[in-house]
């Protein structure tokens, strides 16, 4: 049985996916994150950050690493039957790495220019596909918002049609499941893990404060590189 992976190698090492060698098998690392847990208070608390760093993205690097060294193990022995089972946890658990490699870097201290409004050729972008930088926020909180349990809300660009996309995924399908052609620019985790200790069960707070530390320059760098 053929399994595609949810990316490429080296698209992995661009995200900084902490791709490292283990008894020949590739696996995967828990990112450091680049401020400090309370750097993003208000908005959101270190003791959030904190958990959802070292507990829940944890979690899915562990679990992604465990399944593929039983992938290997399966794919050696000719065992397509414990292959298809491990599908939906790589899955699950890479999506879950890949999203929250991602998040992280779209968040940055208010003091680190968090929250500063996009500007250049990303700027320009939103106000031409979106009309204004605020229909770009009320629509992603409107549809974070609207999502039903678990999932995401993604500002994302079709490399291919070099337009702007407006996306949710469930769970923790990377952007990616939605189109060959996109790549994340922003991502907003909306699990309650995310928010639950410090906003409760009201996740448009939440969303309407993220705003306040998102990192719109690596949005822009993002957006810069694929669109030149």
């Given amino acids: 049985m053929a399994l595609r992976t949810l990316v490429t190698r080296k698209s992995l090492g661009n995200l900084g996916l902490g791709l490292r060698q283990l008894r020949g098998l590739q696996t995967y690392s828990l990112p450091d994150l680049p401020y400090d847990y ?13 958990l959802h760093h070292q507990k829940h993205h ?42 929250h490699s991602i998040f992280w870097k779209n968040l940055a201290p208010v003091k680190e220019g968090g929250g500063e409004p996009p500007h250049g050729s990303l700027g320009w972008a939103i106000d031409n596909h979106f009309g204004s930088m605020e229909v770009l926020v009320q629509k992603m909180n409107t ?34 499941s939605k189109g060959a052609n996109l790549v994340p620019l922003l991502g907003i985790d909306v699990w309650e893990h995310a928010y639950y200790l410090q906003y409760k069960n009201v996740r448009p707070d939440y969303l309407k404060n993220i705003w306040k530390v998102i990192n719109w320059k690596f949005a822009g760098e993002v957006y810069e590189k694929e669109c030149p």
Avoid: C, R
Wanted: proline share 2%.
């Fill in 38 to 50: 309370g750097a993003l208070e208000p908005a959101i608390s270190g003791e959030i950050m904190q």
């Fill in 58 to 99: 944890q979690a899915y690097v562990t679990n992604y690493n465990k399944a593929l060294e039983q992938l290997d193990a399966a794919t050696a022995k000719g065992d397509s039957h414990t292959v298809a089972k491990l599908l939906s946890a790589l899955k699950f658990n890479g999506g879950g790495h890949i999203n």
């Fill in 143 to 176: 549809e974070g918002a609207a999502l039903q349990g678990s999932g995401w809300v993604w500002l994302g660009v079709d490399k291919e049609l070099k337009t702007l996309v407006v996306q949710t995924t469930e769970n923790q399908d990377p952007l990616v």
